[in-house]
């Protein structure tokens, strides 16, 4: 049985990573029509290109810099402060979403009041935060604070639309306080929980980045914003590209999977 | 205890409690269910048919009263009491085959023993070559397949049936109706049914058990003596229809329209009454 699931995994896997012909066609062209037209602009002159390099000079740079320990370690520190914040997030707002699901007199206690720290803008807590743990626990704690609340509420509203009956179904056929964790609310989470990770990723990259930039904490944020202020505007460009390709491998990767996984029965 | 009853129902209270004040909505409620016995349980809709279901589930609490299942009072669900969901309940995140396998997963059975009891059982409703799909993929009648191969797979005494075959179309109603009763007679199981439509508990039922409504009471036990099987037109089927159609009848008069409006015109005569007695 265990076989047979690593046996549909991995076929999930590679017809993830497979592009047939059709599906390249796909995402190719219209990216290399926008790489053609960007490059055009520049060459023709509409935009100088020290304020906005072309694409091949772009890429040159990236392919450059991905040989340069110091842009690694850049890219990995950002990386790290997103995953650490994102799993402190998942690690601290599950239990709390799964309770405020399960249980009214919990959830219109707590929530109320995670609702008024999520409606602060996050940057907002930055200075007191820096002031209290130090610019490089910052970066973590920004990304876990903002991760919070889109895995809060996804995973509460997730627990919230289990039917009653499947309770009961356990209760007949599968009785035990830790049966219901493992056979009813964690599957049936799963799919907002994908949606709740998808969403935290993004805010989590935004807040994480400005963090680098704003207090200089190391990481992919302050290497873009040195290089755009010492005139190295190709750097800054590869700087972001590399993001970007980060984000497309992760979406791909991991969020692909687990929504194959869950779809199967969705 | 009487020695062919295999369910009891003592005297049995539900109360619910809102705001301070108590709802009774089942009420002193008594009757028996004997060993291999087929019950149906009819009433009009919101009597607390279901209610009364989960509390001989041991999902719910009488708060006054006992159900009894062989002398031993019901605090919880039963290994031997197994259940029909009206919205079939299916895991979607398991298969077919592990859905039916989960009554099975408590007990103390080898893998291959448990594989082998689930494939039987769906092989008997008719799901063979179905047991890695996912319930989405099924018709709601094959879904009621697996429900029904889930309750039988851990080899109940007791199959409780909560409007099992309301939420079907006529034509898979009927031929799922006539697959329980094959089962029932085969496998000397004892089965309670609670449903609103009576043509089916007169297909089905030895003994009916209708209940009044607000708050719910037996209100008769009519036991069904027709020959099986049972066909609705057969006189006799009408008969018995008919007359547990017209005591339910009774039952709904007290909340309908009509008698309402009657009940009114009734107080206005009687105020319009005194009003002239008061002014001569």
């Known amino acids: 049985m265990v076989k047979v699931k690593k046996e549909e995994d991995k076929a999930i896997l590679s017809e993830f990573l497979s592009f047939d012909g059709k599906d390249l066609f796909i995402w190719i062209l219209p990216l290399s029509f926008l790489f053609s037209i960007w490059e055009a602009v520049v060459t023709i002159g509409i935009m100088p290109s020290d304020l906005c390099p072309p694409p091949s000079k772009v890429f040159e740079t990236l392919l450059f810099r991905l040989g340069s320990p110091e842009f690694i370690a850049a890219i990995l520190r950002s990386f790290l402060n997103i995953s650490f914040g994102i799993l402190l997030a998942l690690v601290a707002a599950t239990p709390l979403a799964i309770l405020a699901g399960l249980r009214i007199g919990f959830d219109s206690s707590v929530t109320p009041l995670l609702m008024l720290v999520g409606g602060l803008p996050d940057l907002a807590i930055l200075p007191l935060a820096i002031l209290w743990f130090g610019p490089e626990t910052s970066a973590i704690l920004m990304a876990t604070l903002c991760a919070f609340f889109p895995i809060f509420f996804t995973v509460r509203t997730g627990v919230r639309e289990i039917a009653p009956d499947f309770f009961q179904v356990l209760m007949i056929f599968h009785p035990g306080k830790f049966n219901e964790l493992r056979e009813v609310i964690l599957p049936a989470i799963t799919p907002h929980l994908i949606t709740g990770l998808r969403l935290s990723l993004d805010f989590v990259w935004e807040v994480v980045l400005a963090v680098e930039i704003v207090v200089r904490v190391a990481g992919i944020g302050s290497f873009i914003n040195i290089s755009a202020e010492a005139g190295a505007i190709h750097d800054a460009f590869a700087g972001i590209m590399a993001i970007g390709f980060l984000s497309i491998a992760l979406d791909r990767l991991l969020f692909g999977f687990l929504e194959n996984r869950v779809r199967k029965w969705q | ?280």
């Open chain 2, 1 to 280: 205890m009487d020695s062919l009853s295999q369910i009891e129902v003592e005297d049995v209270t539900k109360v619910y409690r809102f705001k301070g004040t108590e709802f009774p909505i089942i009420k002193n409620v008594s009757f028996k269910v004997k060993k291999r016995d087929f019950t149906c349980i009819v009433g009009p809709s919101g009597c607390g048919k279901s209610t009364l279901l989960k509390m001989m589930a041991g999902l719910e609490k009488p708060t006054y009263g006992a159900i009894r299942f062989e002398g031993e009072r019901i605090k919880g669900p039963h290994p031997k009491i197994s259940m029909v969901f009206q919205s079939f309940a299916l895991f979607p995140w398991r298969t077919v085959l592990q859905n039916v396998e989960l009554g099975l997963e408590g007990k103390h059975l080898s893998k291959t023993d448990r594989l082998r009891i689930a494939r039987e059982l769906l092989e008997m409703v008719g799901l063979k070559g179905y047991e890695d799909s996912y319930p989405k993929a099924l018709s709601g009648g094959m879904k009621q397949r697996v429900g029904i191969a889930r309750a039988l797979a851990v080899d109940p005494e007791v199959v409780l049936m909560d409007e099992a075959f309301s939420a079907l179309d006529e034509y898979t109603s009927a031929a799922l109706r006539e697959d329980i009763l094959d089962i029932w007679r085969d496998t000397g199981k004892t089965f309670i049914l609670v449903t609103h439509n009576l043509r089916e508990a007169v297909e089905m039922a030895e003994d009916v058990i209708v209940l009044s409504s607000k708050p719910t009471t037996v209100r008769r036990i009519v036991k069904i003596a027709l020959k099986r099987p049972r066909h609705s037109d057969d006189p006799d089927f009408v008969r018995i229809h008919k007359d547990l159609y017209r005591l339910l009848r009774e039952e709904l008069e007290t909340t309908m329209v009509r008698y309402r409006l009657r009940r009114i015109k009734e107080l206005r005569e009687v105020e319009d009454i005194e009003k002239m007695e008061d002014e001569n």
